[in-house]
């Protein structure tokens, strides 16, 4: 089953270094406020996105993984009919951080 | 070099490290960015000084890349010779993805801003401790050269405790540098590049000793975390690579945060009525600190050259494909598209830290800018509440080199009147 990421930049940390837009082209803008947003908010997992979180000066940015992109609630049906969200289904897991390199 | 209407018949690279130009920029810097704001000098590099070319320069690192291993050799000929200059192809900030993505990442969790929050305390330490020894001359009425006491010491026993360098090495360390950047550019002789191999041996075989020692008794610090990850995956850092990346930090690490240490007295003289905000607790300090960045860059312009992947047209003329192209960060930092009475200080520029230029932008932001902010923001209040009535006591001597703004000696004295 393809695995999504929800991608969050926190504002309050942002600097607007563009490190994430160069790490994961594509994936993040900076709005007139030289700061960053996902193009995005949900993604199919990504090593480029997981490396731009590592690499973020500021930890700003924030990745949750998500079994079901409609979990997000933020996908409607292309069909028309609206799915209920399914929040006991597949509860959100830990901030996904990429591979950890043992220290 | 064809002629073309309106070129301007200087090499803007060597006007700028010319007397007059150490000691203001700006006028020729204005003039500069406002009739040459692509400016090729016959040095081959061109240089960008405009704002937003600047950023477009640093932020599309896939159209203005790094060099490849090729050029660096075409750059440095005697690179392959010279294992001083080889040593530059390992290093983050001159490699590409992926193998940049897989360096930086090695390093990246040390240098956030939580981490370098967490180290407040130490620099404060540190700091009061360099102050400690210059107080009773200064307050005996005594000339005191701040540059070689704090300025210069400051963020070299920061930086030397976070990588794990004993404190009795760090100033013969120091010391090796400037020897070994002499010889790393093209026009460098065979008695520099010499010079530069015999020292740069010496500086090798330290950290390779000093990886022994870490491996065999790891302590909190940098140098033992990389070496436990190379141990654990040969692959993920080579000898080589690990080599580049201590000497690298090192020589690029705090050469940068001194100067800026050095802009920020000088700042705080010249614009007195500014610093209250070093007065204002921690926020107030980091809105100086911020706007100090933007004012006096520590860099001139970028260290590592980008070459463009095709013919670029930026808003001030065209940079050719191949070209070796450096952005002038203090230049842009004053322009006026970007920042309104640019050459006027003022700290109360609102989210300066996210506009400002000097530490770069994109891919190779400047791993070291918590680490420089927060440092920045603990010396300069401990001066300011430490010297009262602090004047300049003479000229400071201001370094013709490129691309750091070192000033090498900074003599203040107490304000008899």
């Known amino acids: ?103 | 070099m064809p002629d073309s209407p309106g070129r301007v018949p200087v090499d803007v690279l060597t006007e700028i490290v010319r007397t007059e130009n150490l000691v203001d920029p700006y006028p020729f810097l204005a003039w500069v960015r406002n009739h040459d704001p692509v400016h090729h000098s016959p040095s081959g590099v061109y240089l960008v000084s405009r704002y937003a070319d600047g950023r477009e320069v640093l932020q599309n690192s896939k159209l203005f890349r790094n060099p490849e291993p090729d050029e660096i050799f075409r750059l440095f000929p005697a690179a392959h010779r010279h294992r001083s200059q080889l040593l530059l192809l390992h290093t983050i900030a001159l490699n590409n993805p992926p193998a940049h993505t897989r360096l930086r990442r090695l390093v990246s969790r040390d240098f956030t801003a939580g981490r370098m929050e967490a180290l407040r305390g130490r620099v404060g330490e540190i700091s009061d401790r360099l102050i400690a020894a210059v107080v009773p001359p200064y307050r005996d009425g005594q000339v005191v050269d701040l540059g070689a006491a704090v300025a210069s010491q400051l963020p070299l026993h920061v930086f030397g405790e976070l990588l794990g360098v004993p404190e009795s090495d760090r100033v013969e360390l120091q010391m090796k540098m400037p020897l070994v950047l002499a010889a790393m550019h093209p026009g460098a002789t065979e008695e520099q590049l010499l010079t530069a191999d015999e020292i740069n041996e010496s500086i090798e075989r330290y950290f390779a000793d000093l990886v022994v020692k870490r491996r065999h008794d790891p302590q909190d610090d940098l140098i033992s975390a990389l070496v436990t990850a190379r141990d654990d995956d040969p692959d993920i850092l080579s000898f080589d690579e690990l080599m580049s990346m201590l000497w690298g930090l090192w020589a690029g690490g705090f050469a940068t945060t001194v100067a800026a240490i050095n802009y920020g007295v000088l700042t705080m003289l010249r614009h007195a009525d500014q610093v209250h905000w070093l007065r204002a607790g921690p926020a107030g300090a980091q809105s100086f600190v911020d706007e100090l960045l933007r004012y006096e860059a520590p860099a001139a312009t970028t260290a590592v050259s980008r070459y463009p992947r095709r013919d670029v047209r930026l808003s001030g003329g065209t940079v050719p494909e191949g070209a070796d192209v450096r952005v002038l960060f203090t230049a842009c930092n004053r322009d006026p598209d970007m920042f309104d009475e640019p050459d006027r200080f003022d700290p109360s520029r609102p989210a300066m830290h996210r506009t400002h230029l000097s530490f770069g932008h994109g891919l190779h932001y400047c791993l070291g800018a918590a680490l420089a902010r927060m440092e920045l923001s603990v010396i300069l209040p401990k001066i300011d509440s430490s010297f009262p009535d602090l004047t300049l006591a003479g000229e400071p001597t201001y370094r013709p080199a490129l691309p750091v703004r070192t000033i090498d000696h900074l003599p203040v004295a107490m304000d008899a009147a």
């Open chain 1, 1 to 103: 089953m393809k695995r999504y990421l929800r991608i969050q930049v926190d504002h309050s940390r942002c600097v607007g270094s563009a490190l994430c837009l160069a790490t994961a082209p594509g994936y993040f803008e900076l709005d007139d406020q030289h700061l960053s947003r996902p193009t995005t908010s949900v993604v199919p997992v990504s090593e480029n996105v997981g490396a731009a979180a590592e690499l973020c000066p500021m930890e700003a940015i924030t990745l949750t993984e998500l079994e079901d992109e409609r979990d997000s609630g933020e996908h409607e049906d292309t069909r028309g009919t609206r799915r209920p969200p399914t929040p006991a289904a597949v509860p959100p897991r830990q901030a996904f951080t990429g591979p950890t390199y043992r220290r």
